[in-house]
């Protein structure tokens, strides 16, 4: 990261990808009746919302770079809190659903540490480590309710129903 | 005022199952859209019949959700008859390859100004697991062909050098800001675009979570091959899973916008005695 | 009243060339100020097969065949046992033969016409660069009254790009030819010419259904090309072009009519052609056309059916499948001109009507009104050009594409309409356009695709009616399509002698107009049923939407042979 605006530039998509991302989710979970993981997902994407306004109010009078979806400086392919799309399944449980959340929060906080240390701008190290340190917050939080959650059943995703054609 | 990705996303939520790799491309197309800043109402989505034939009522541009196998001349007429709109054709390999392949063929030849994506899932999703016409001749997990396919699979790319397609590109869905750039640069590309998207099938095909370790995004888009020669040979080496753009061609693009050089009145003329 | 005309028949095969010198004729007639038409018959081959110009000349308008042909000049005999049942002659008849073509084979005997033999070869061969078709043609004009200088004044014109030696050879052929024509007793000769002020046109068919596209709008077409309706879409390619409207050639019929959804999709009225093969393969998009309210037009020019039956005759079998042929409970518009010149103004109104009433419109013509030429009257204009209810840019309230109103038809967004966005689709869907499984929204919208159609009001254009003799008959005539003017000649003939008749030929074949046909049939207790099919598919249609007189029958027979009109009188004298 060059600069505060680019900095800021990614930490506005970062957060507002990952709302999309839980929002896309519970509406899916959601048309697929798995009551209890949406509302857990709309939660997510509701604190990803707040992360997103500070960003967006650290970002005001700067003249934040455009950048198209690949311009990204992501670690990853994608930008790293939103979550990993091959690990939802239409039956999953909480317990699916909060340590995938948690490892999006990781690789959040990593993403963020990593610019704490490595930026060459100091305003940039600065804020970065502050939001690094508000993900390790989420960390902790969603470790202590996944660690009250019961692990799933080992029919967890059993349906006997087949599934249906419908076009 | 600037269009967001999330303004080109209808209020119709998905029926697609979780894990189904066409979010991503619902999301790429609407970023692509957003990175054109296309206006909502000069743009379609045509479809054909099967579970990534859905998108158009996904999107809140004009859409039209149409027949399995037909979605490609639809969008040509579309086209043909309004220049002015920016034409996406969307699909699944069964609707575009099996039962529309005739027209896959002719839409290459054509070389109509429209951007063509195929979610390819090897799979036919909607009917509940058959196999598709880029499905591997040994997959067993069919049960209308219980001893595989037995069948060579149609290789898109190849049928769309060889039929004369001006931009032929393939992605994955989980690496979805590469497909925004492929589709923004399929569409600013003259011609016929093609787009395939592998699009793993969770329900049908779930082993196919393993393509993020499979695909390479080895076809760098600033390298793409603009001669035909240079893209077979780079197919031929091709194992199905480089993402990236493979070609750019230069082949005249169909159909130009005439205006009027004459009346009807004097048209009806020629019948006169 | 019945019809001065003379037919003439002339035929030969192996490139003879007696196409061009029938069309030599009738222009020739034309520009003389009479009226005309020439069809076809044609082998299967594309070169040098057995051909025959079949022309009718008259001072009136004449838009079908004659009973009989008065004269038929054969420069050969080839396959001619293919097509003879094509050629109906009578004791009056004369027949032109070329004794070095041998005899005059048995079957074109059985009437005992009058045999002249011309030895048209050995003629030509006198004349330098003299050509066979045009002594024939130089005989049948002097046999028939037609001016030399009338006949000269087309070749001018035809063989302007060859030069002046082929025109001498072709004006000496001529006039060689001319001079037998005083050996040919009983070939009647033309009435004089009525020269009528209006403006006239020489056209086929498939040509008025392009002009009549064009006048109601259409301005995209997808083509691909079967016989025989090929000329609808090559008179429209560059036409359409001139206009700033496009064609696209398809790679088949699956493509052109999908292409044409596309193009109507995007606001631009959308027209193909086709025939039976053609349209059967279009059945599934025209009922995604029904489901999705796209308006498109269809024009099949009906052929020998079915399957690939017999591509270059005459034939109404279409009428099931275009009725019925679409799955699911699929109501739209099927039309039928009535003669030629009605081709136009038909297409033009089916594209009104498709554009009204956003739905498919099918029509039915024929390859004998399609391919057969005809001298007529500049058809008038009529005020029907397709419109259609656009919806306008939203107050901000969600645009309702398939909205329920009272009379079925919900404003259609055009592509570049702001807030207009929409998916059509083939699938049930609700008000707003999203699929629907539910059971009240798959009631309300085939409601309202119904009502749309039978609540529209279709005025006069629904059918041809006309009386002959007097308003007080018990008698009447259904028919349709190109049939309706041989049932008019044979109505004339009929009152005539004294028996009154009534004519309904419907335009519009589906949806159907109980009302409109109750009155028209008032008093009617005697009903003929005329149509070119084996099954009598019209009667069948008639029964299920119509309740008809007590008495009913019907003259029903495939192609290709052309109903004529004294079979249609003989049919309507005998009632036990």
Redesign the interface.
């Known amino acids: 990261m060059n600069n505060l605006a680019e900095f800021l530039a990614h930490a506005i998509t970062l957060e507002d990808e990952s709302a999309?991302r839980f929002d896309?989710?519970a509406?899916?979970?959601?048309?697929?009746h798995n009551g209890d993981v949406v509302e857990l997902f709309r939660k997510m994407a509701h604190y990803s919302r707040l992360h997103l306004a500070d960003a967006r109010e650290r970002a005001t009078g700067l003249d934040l770079p455009r950048l198209?979806?690949?311009e990204?400086k992501?670690p990853g392919?994608?930008s790293p809190e939103a979550i990993e799309?091959?690990?939802?399944?239409?039956k999953?449980t909480p317990f699916h659903a909060l340590t995938a959340a948690l490892e999006s929060e990781k690789q959040g906080q990593a993403f963020y540490a990593h610019i704490a240390e490595t930026a060459a701008d100091p305003g940039v190290r600065t804020l970065a480590a502050e939001f690094a340190a508000e993900e390790a917050d989420h960390v902790t939080l969603l470790q202590g309710w996944l660690a009250r959650t019961p692990p799933p059943e080992d029919h967890w995703s059993e349906d006997m129903d087949?599934?249906?054609?419908?076009? | 005022m600037m269009l967001k990705a999330q303004d080109y996303k209808s209020d119709v939520k998905p029926v697609w199952c979780p894990g189904c790799g066409d979010f991503a491309v619902l999301s790429a197309i609407t970023k692509a859209l957003a990175e054109l800043q296309v206006p909502r109402e000069d743009a379609a989505v045509v479809s054909g019949i099967g579970c990534s034939s859905r998108i158009p009522a996904y999107t809140s541009v004009y859409g039209f959700h149409s027949i399995h196998g037909r979605a490609l001349p639809i969008a040509t007429g579309l086209k043909a008859a309004r220049p002015d709109l920016t034409v996406f054709c969307a699909g699944g390999d069964g609707d575009g390859f099996s039962i529309g392949g005739n027209h896959f063929i002719h839409a290459c030849r054509r070389n109509v100004d429209l951007t063509y994506i195929v979610m390819d899932n090897e799979v036919y999703g909607m009917t509940k697991g058959q196999a598709s016409p880029t499905t591997d001749a040994a997959w067993t997990g069919s049960k209308l062909t219980p001893e595989g396919p037995g069948v060579a699979p149609f290789r898109p790319l190849e049928m769309a050098l060889s039929a004369g397609a001006n931009f032929i590109a393939r992605g994955f869905s989980g690496d979805p800001n590469f497909v925004v750039r492929l589709i923004v640069e399929a569409v600013r590309h003259p011609g016929f675009s093609l787009v395939q998207v592998l699009s793993p099938c969770v329900t049908f095909r779930p082993e196919q979570r393993a393509w993020k370790e499979t695909t390479h995004a080895d076809w760098a888009p600033e390298s793409a091959c603009t001669n035909r020669r240079d893209a077979f040979l780079k197919l031929l080496d091709d194992d199905g899973f480089t993402t990236g753009v493979l070609y750019k061609g230069n082949n005249p693009v169909f159909g130009k916008p005439q205006a009027a050089t004459a009346t009807l009145e004097e048209l009806e003329k020629g019948f006169a005695l | 009243m019945t019809m001065t005309s003379v037919s003439l028949a002339l035929t030969g095969s192996g490139g003879a060339g007696v196409m061009t010198a029938g069309q030599i004729l009738v222009d020739a007639a034309a520009q003389a100020g009479w009226y005309g038409l020439m069809g076809r018959s044609l082998g299967p081959q594309i070169r040098g097969g057995e051909s025959a110009a079949l022309l009718r000349l008259s001072p009136a308008p004449v838009q079908s065949p004659d009973d009989f042909y008065d004269l038929m000049v054969a420069v050969d005999w080839g396959n001619i046992d293919r097509f003879a049942s094509e050629l109906p002659l009578h004791a009056a008849s004369v027949i032109v033969t070329d004794p070095s073509q041998g005899e005059v084979p048995a079957v074109m005997l059985r009437a005992s016409p009058h045999v002249v033999p011309v030895p048209l070869k050995d003629i030509a061969k006198d004349v330098p660069a003299g050509r066979v078709n045009m002594v024939a043609l130089g005989l049948i004009a002097a046999a028939i009254g037609l001016p030399e200088d009338a006949v000269v004044g087309v070749l001018r014109q035809v063989l302007a790009k060859k030069g002046a030696d082929a025109l001498d050879a072709s004006v000496a052929s001529l006039r060689a030819g001319a001079v037998h024509a005083a050996a040919l007793q009983g070939v009647p000769t033309l009435a004089p010419p009525t020269r009528s002020p209006a403006e006239r046109w020489s056209i086929t068919g498939n040509e008025a259904a392009g002009v009549g596209a064009l006048r109601g709008g259409v301005r995209f077409c997808a083509a691909y090309p079967i016989t025989p309706a090929t000329e609808v879409l090559e008179w429209l390619a560059p036409n359409l072009a001139k206009l700033g409207g496009t064609l696209v050639q398809a790679e088949d019929e699956l493509a052109s009519i999908t292409m044409c959804l596309g193009g109507s999709f995007g606001g631009v009225p959308s027209l193909t052609a086709t025939s039976g093969p053609g349209l059967a393969l279009m059945t599934e998009a025209l009922g995604l056309g029904v489901a999705s309210e796209t308006p498109v037009v269809v024009v099949d020019v009906m052929r020998g059916g079915p399957s690939t039956g017999i591509p270059t005759k005459s034939e109404q079998s279409d009428l099931n499948i275009a009725v019925y042929g679409l799955h699911g409970d699929a109501p739209h518009v099927v039309t039928a001109p009535t003669s030629i010149a009605d081709c136009l103004f038909t297409t033009q109104w089916s594209v009104y009507l498709a554009e009204s009433l956003q739905v498919p419109v099918i029509l039915l013509s024929d390859q004998a009104m399609g391919q057969t030429r005809a001298i007529i009257d500049k058809p008038a204009d009529a005020p029907f050009v397709g419109h259609r209810l656009i919806a306008t840019a939203s107050d901000g309230a969600p645009y309702q594409r398939y909205a329920v109103t009272a009379d079925g038809i919900s404003p259609m967004a055009v592509p570049g309409t702001p807030g207009g966005e929409y998916t059509a689709d083939g699938l049930e869907h609700s008000p707003r356009g999203t699929p629907s499984t539910q059971a009240q929204h798959h009631e309300d919208q085939l409601d309202k695709r119904l009502r749309k159609l039978t609540a529209f009001d279709y005025g006069d254009a629904w059918a041809h009616l006309e009386t002959f003799g007097k308003a007080a008959t018990d008698l009447a005539v259904i028919t349709f399509g190109s049939v309706t003017q041989p049932v008019r000649e044979a109505l004339g003939r009929a009152a005539e002698a004294g028996v009154s008749c009534r004519l309904i030929a419907p335009r519009l074949l589906f949806p159907a107009q109980p009302a409109r046909m109750a009155a028209a049939l008032s008093g009617i207790k005697r009903l003929l049923v005329v149509e070119q099919n084996h099954m009598a598919q019209f009667h069948a249609l008639l029964r299920a939407y119509y309740d008809l007189p007590p008495n009913v029958k019907t003259l029903h027979r495939p192609g290709p042979l052309a109903l004529r009109p004294h079979e249609i009188v003989a049919a309507l004298g005998d009632w036990s």
């Open positions: 999309q896309e989710l509406d899916a979970l959601e048309v697929h198209a979806a690949w990204y992501w392919a994608e799309v091959f690990d939802v399944h239409y999953m087949p599934p249906a054609a419908v076009d």
